[in-house]
């Protein structure tokens, strides 16, 4: 150990000996803040509310990395999994005057010291318990947990400057979205992207059960990592303190030497991997008590080093002396008045290698993504326009289409834009991506392996978690990204997914947050043409989650063709502070609108089409037909022509919704007046007619969106059942009842409902069982027909 070293150690004893005083403080004071009187009841918090045992870890490690940076001048990022951690990740931005340069309440000093020991979980205190979007340099909602590896493999990729040290709990060890994200570095391209420092901090104990982590001896850690693809850096007792200055310099050197190799001379000619296959990143590995160096006993049970570190070490300091005394013990050992001048700053030693300036972990530019946010380059549209003669002549696949401005976008935003997708691009049909990008790898690629390229910009693994914390760190350092994947399977994210929607709703609050691009999920391979493979395959609950929850900045697109599918892509890709869904089918399918009618649609999201019908019935019908989604568009225009044949008295307006959420303004809580929504929504379905509404998910999305501002009882609405199997295409719409036979049906019935009385009433009245009965043959006749030949008959094939 070097005399700078040595140096450096002693500083980070008191200033751990600062943090770690700070964040037990947190727990329980609202008065006596620097002990200058012997502690009462009163100054105890009426709810005693926070975490203890991981804080002293991370205050460890925050101050390991501090001189790291002072070292090196380094760029770095934290990111912190441990759920609970925020009164060390607190105490450490309030050291460094960070935290007083975002809240001058809190500016280092007697009374911001004091303030932020008060306000730390106190009702509506900017700062709760775990690390939220109010917390400078954080870009990890921590509350659940299991997310913190991949976010920070996202937030490296194409920042090559940047290393993120990623604190990985070893509780959280024990998620699968953890368990896979350590096979991200098979993905990180060390010439172009920059490197992130993993740090396990292994401190035994959960809850109230031991990590399986914990319980593992060295040899068995050095085989795990090893066989992920690290190197492992193991630090245990004794002598810690001085043990992890050199591993943090030993890891940070093997870094560097991975990213000189990949980015020295002729790099550029080697693959574009400079050289480098199988980088063994370095991971650390910390053994440390639970709670150490607070509390070691209390009533006769071992605190330090068990579980009951883990949260509140010591409860009701107000009525139990004894408690009241063991905490007045405890917060006593770090002499915080040694460590403070008289005005309550912490003194010079303290924070002799904390970085300064910009270099603050707290002010890491990367962390406020917004604030380096450029705007997509897009091509222009006309480029990939589907051109017709005349409506439905013309029939294309929207992910075909798409997947050529998703190409075009690759090439000309070539570090900024990034696809993300389970292993299903070719599946999806959107294999022209590839013709100006391959698949990012930097593992030995083999002969029969196809597009795959370490400059790749599509990453594809099959593991939903990964790559949705991959996107996460992506757009909150300031990118763009889209998430292709089979509509059944974005189920698989949808808790991340509210995750990342109450950091953004939270950061929302943060004046000082920037806004970012839109997260972007294209759902297809969608649950109506799931041919060979089933029930298995059919769940469009992704929508229905972010509807019920995130309704007031999420977008739900469902273009009908692919025209409208391109504009929903370029609109998506210049949102910002937004979660947006596109859903549509990968088959080819009739082509209706112009690419100016769907711009022009796309203002509202919402259209009558007069030319389904004529402009004649649409000016006063007797029914309202909706179609939502592309194959239940397609479905309700062919009810409506079966109706035309054989009830042609019945008016009916067709109605295409192409963005499910401008029914409401885009808020089922919107602060718009309901009468304004209403009005809107009246302009589309009548006043007072009966709608029927063809709808693509679940019947439960338009009841939410649509009941707080109308009369139900007219609405019909027809959607997914949760019926199905390996069956014919037009079968599934059958047995969800979604089929043009049933619509014909619903449209007789609400039409003679809705004439009652009238001359036009009873002759439809008169006629409507014999229409029936027709309508019913016709049903009977394709299930007859698909059992005897096994496919759908003519008339009704797509």
């Not at 060295?218 to 004794?238: K, N, Q, S, V």
Request: charged letters at 25%; glycine letters at 10%.
């Amino acid at each position: 150990m070097t005399k700078k070293d040595q140096k450096a150690l002693a500083s980070m004893k008191k200033f751990l000996r600062f943090t770690d005083y700070m964040g037990a403080a947190m727990l329980y004071l609202k008065g006596n803040y620097f002990l200058e009187d012997a502690l009462r009841p009163e100054h105890m918090k009426e709810r005693i509310l926070g975490h203890w045992g991981t804080v002293p870890g991370l205050n460890f490690i925050y101050a390991n990395l501090n001189y790291l940076i002072c070292k090196h001048d380094c760029k770095m990022l934290l990111v912190v999994g441990p759920g609970h951690g925020a009164p060390a990740i607190l105490a450490s931005l309030f050291a460094e005057g960070t935290l007083g340069e975002f809240y001058p309440a809190y500016r280092r000093g007697r009374e911001g010291f004091s303030r932020l020991i008060h306000d730390f979980s106190w009702p509506h205190s900017p700062f709760p318990s775990h690390v939220t979007p109010s917390v400078p340099g954080s870009i990890l909602e921590g509350g659940e947990l299991g997310y913190s590896l991949s976010t920070a493999y996202g937030s490296v990729m194409d920042n090559p400057d940047l290393i993120t040290a990623v604190i990985v709990g070893d509780g959280e060890a024990e998620t699968g979205a953890i368990a896979t994200a350590w096979h991200a570095n098979k993905f990180l391209n060390p010439r172009t992207s920059g490197a992130v420092l993993p740090i396990v901090h292994i401190n035994g104990y959960k809850i109230s059960n031991p990590t399986i982590l914990g319980r593992m001896d060295d040899r068995e850690l050095t085989a795990l990592f090893r066989g992920y693809g690290y190197e492992p850096l193991i630090l245990e007792a004794p002598n810690i303190e001085e043990k992890m200055i050199g591993v943090m310099e030993e890891a940070y050197v093997r870094i560097r030497a991975i990213q000189k190799k990949a980015r020295g001379l002729g790099g550029a000619l080697r693959g574009g991997s400079g050289g480098v296959v199988k980088p063994m990143w370095p991971v650390i590995l910390l053994r440390s008590p639970k709670g150490w160096g607070g509390i070691q006993t209390f009533h006769g049970h071992s605190v330090e080093g068990s579980f009951r570190a883990h949260g509140v070490p010591v409860g009701h300091p107000k009525e139990d002396k004894t408690a009241l005394e063991a905490i007045s013990d405890w917060l006593e050992i770090y002499k915080i008045h040694e460590l403070v001048d008289k005005n309550g700053m912490p003194k010079k030693e303290v924070l002799e290698f904390v970085p300064t300036g910009k270099k603050r972990m707290g002010m890491c530019a990367h962390a406020v993504g917004g604030a380096l946010l450029k705007p997509l380059d897009f091509p222009r549209l006309s480029k990939y326009e589907v051109k017709f003669a005349e409506r439905g002549s013309v029939r294309a696949s929207s992910m075909k289409i798409g997947g050529k401005l998703l190409r075009d976008l690759v090439d000309k935003n070539p570090k900024n834009f990034r696809v993300f997708c389970p292993d299903e691009l070719e599946s999806n049909l959107l294999t022209a991506i590839f013709e100006k990008t391959g698949r990012a790898f930097m593992w030995p690629i083999e002969k029969n392996d196809e597009f795959m390229d370490p400059r790749g910009r599509v990453i594809e693994m099959l593991s939903e978690h990964t790559l949705q914390g991959f996107m996460m760190g992506y757009l909150l350092t300031g990118r763009h990204a889209i998430f292709p994947s089979y509509e059944a399977f974005l189920t698989i994210v949808s808790s991340m997914v509210d995750q990342y929607a109450k950091f953004l709703k939270q950061s929302f609050r943060v004046k000082w947050r920037k806004p970012v691009a839109a997260a972007i999920y294209l759902l297809t391979s969608v649950g109506w043409r799931q041919d060979h493979n089933g029930y298995s395959h059919q769940n469009p609950s992704f929508v229905s989650n972010l509807l019920e929850k995130h309704g007031e900045f999420c977008q739900i697109y469902y273009p009908a063709d692919a025209n409208s599918f391109l504009v929903a892509l370029e609109e998506t890709g210049k949102r910002k502070d937004a979660i947006c869904a596109i859903v549509a089918g990968k088959r080819d399918l009739p082509q209706f609108l112009t690419l100016s009618e769907a711009r022009a649609q796309a203002k509202n999201g919402i259209a009558v089409w007069d030319f389904v019908t004529g402009k004649e019935a649409t000016k006063n019908p007797d029914v309202v037909v909706v179609g939502c989604g592309d194959y239940m568009t397609g479905e309700a225009i062919s009810a409506v022509k079966l109706c035309h044949e054989i009830a042609p008295e019945i008016k009916i307006r067709f109605v295409n919704i192409s963005e499910l959420t401008a029914l409401s303004l885009g808020d089922p809580h919107s602060a718009w007046p309901a009468r304004t929504i209403e009005a809107k929504m009246n302009e589309y379905f009548t006043a007072d007619k009966p709608v029927i509404v063809n709808y693509h998910g679940y019947t439960a999305d338009i009841e939410h969106i649509l009941w707080p501002y109308v009369n139900g009882k007219r609405f019909s609405i027809h959607g997914y059942r949760e019926r199905g199997s390996t069956t014919t295409p037009f079968d599934l719409k059958v047995v969800n009842k979604v089929d043009r036979y049933h619509l014909v049906m619903d449209i007789i019935l609400q039409a003679v409902e809705s004439s009652r009385g009238t001359a036009k009433g009873k002759r439809l009245s008169a006629r409507a069982g014999g229409l029936m009965r027709f309508l019913e043959q016709k049903l009977a006749d394709h299930q007859k027909y698909i059992v005897d030949n096994g496919d759908d008959p003519k008339e009704v094939k797509e």
